[in-house]
């Protein structure tokens, strides 16, 4: 089936996951969460797999082995494709992604090494610039101080402390756009314009450096 929208009920869901996210409630909604966010999802992506390559759909329940907080489900519904584009819905609305998200010790020395290179971290700096004025936000995990030797007027150090490097930006839940189909062309154009991002990660890096 192709891709319609999503529906208020989605947020909904999600709303009252946050008030309370317990097994019962789970199981009592379970059928909301299939038909209202994970389908949709799906039919979402088999939208832009034309473009962007399959997607992967992350699975409802937390990891909590080595995690204080043991709610057991997560409050949003995310997946990526094409090794570094992101989407995602939760009660506040729709997000979308790209970059570079959980890079491994090998990869994040890459990283460094190519943001101190002069002709690939201005590269870089050019992206994040233009990334800026298209509206988007950028993200992620990053040192306090500086890497290692980094002197302190490195003319890239903000980029240089970055452990990981990803630019996002997303909309309401009341959008009249989300429950219509015009939600694919929003999250292809968004995409889009990421894409110099994904794919500088993805030469620099030496491979995806994807969402956990």
């Not at 610039?129 to 993200?139: H, N």
């Not at 992620?140 to 903000?158: F, N, V």
Request: aromatic letters at 10%; proline letters at 7%.
């Amino acid at each position: 089936m192709s891709f319609t929208g999503f529906t208020e009920e989605a947020f909904e869901f999600y709303e009252g996951l946050q008030a309370d996210n317990s097994m019962a409630r789970w199981t009592a909604h379970k059928a909301v969460y299939d038909h209202a966010v994970r389908e949709p999802m799906t039919e979402l992506f088999a939208e832009l797999e034309d473009e962007f390559g399959p997607a992967k759909l992350f699975r409802p329940y937390r990891d909590v082995r080595f995690s204080k907080d043991k709610t057991p489900y997560k409050t949003h519904q995310g997946g990526h494709a094409g090794g570094g584009f992101y989407c995602q819905i939760d009660a506040d609305g729709l997000l979308v992604a790209g970059g570079m998200y959980a890079p491994g010790s090998e990869q994040l020395k890459r990283y460094r090494a190519a943001v101190h290179d002069d002709r690939t971290g201005r590269e870089l700096e050019d992206i994040v610039a233009r990334l800026r004025t298209e509206g988007f936000e950028i993200a992620g995990d990053r040192l306090k101080t500086r890497p290692r030797g980094t002197p302190e007027d490195h003319p890239r150090l903000e980029l240089l402390r970055h452990r990981a490097l990803y630019a996002h930006r997303g909309w309401p839940s009341d959008e009249p756009w989300i429950a219509t189909p015009e939600t694919v062309r929003r999250v292809r154009d968004s995409w889009r314009t990421l894409r110099p991002l994904v794919e500088w990660g993805a030469e620099h890096l030496g491979g995806p450096a994807l969402p956990g």
